[in-house]
């Protein structure tokens, strides 16, 4: 089975701190994603990367970065925390000739 | 207009009724169509795709797409309190998933 690991289930921090959420995949897929999940707004992309080092904007990349420093590991930066990043963060990889995506199991965040 | 678009509900049914979940999408070069299962406070599961239109069952649930109308459903049979869950509809371009809004499930004991 995929297994797609997220550090944390729920962190609480201060406005103004700098966030880190990890995520590791254990399947050498090369595609790996953030999305942050809202009540009524569905999942929305925050950045993806296609391979190591390499990293693209998706829809709402404002106020976050990432990195991928290895193949199985995708960072989510919270530059300077705000209270309107408080959300749950999923992380996903897929198989890059493929449409199967798999999932963390997801970071409730939640900023004061 | 969103490229895929879906009903939030929530949908309340009772125990053992036919379950109809749909879609509807805007691309019609869009050709693979997936559902997605997503259990309160965890990540989405794939639960089934289908490529093109047509059909496509596994055991209590069908997945249906109509290219004509540009229209995804899924149907499940015999639903049970377990199927409680929020479902989304997704599609695949340029190695991303563009997703549907997703429909809360509530299936009444």
């Known amino acids: 089975d995929v297994k797609v690991t997220q550090s944390s289930r729920y962190l609480v921090k201060r406005t103004g701190e700098k966030v880190f959420l990890e995520c590791v995949q254990d399947?050498?897929?090369?595609?790996m994603f953030w999305y942050r999940q809202d009540p009524g707004l569905g999942l929305r992309l925050i950045y993806f990367s296609y391979d190591v080092k390499m990293k693209e904007k998706g829809d709402i990349p404002e106020g976050y970065s990432v990195s991928r420093e290895k193949k199985e590991r995708f960072s989510l930066i919270l530059e300077s925390a705000s209270t309107n990043q408080t959300s749950m963060y999923l992380c996903?990889?897929?198989?890059?000739?493929?449409?199967?995506?798999?999932f963390g199991q997801g970071t409730r965040l939640t900023v004061v | 207009q969103k490229e895929v678009e879906q009903d939030p509900g929530p949908l309340s049914v009772p125990e053992g009724a036919i379950v109809s979940l749909n879609c509807t999408y805007s691309?019609?070069?869009?050709?693979?169509f997936m559902w997605y299962r997503q259990y309160s406070r965890k990540g989405p599961e794939l639960l089934m795709y289908t490529y093109s239109s047509g059909n496509k069952e596994d055991g209590r649930f069908t997945a249906q797409v109509d290219k004509s109308s540009k229209y995804i459903s899924l149907f499940i049979r015999d639903s049970q309190p377990s199927d409680s869950a929020t479902y989304l509809c997704?599609?695949?371009?340029?190695?991303?998933?563009?997703w549907g809004a997703g429909t809360k499930l509530i299936i009444k004991p």
């Open positions: 691309n019609s070069a869009f050709q693979y």
């Open positions: 996903a990889s897929m198989e890059g000739a493929g449409i199967m995506t798999f």
């Open positions: 399947m050498d897929h090369e595609n």
């Open positions: 997704a599609t695949y371009s340029n190695y991303q998933l563009i």
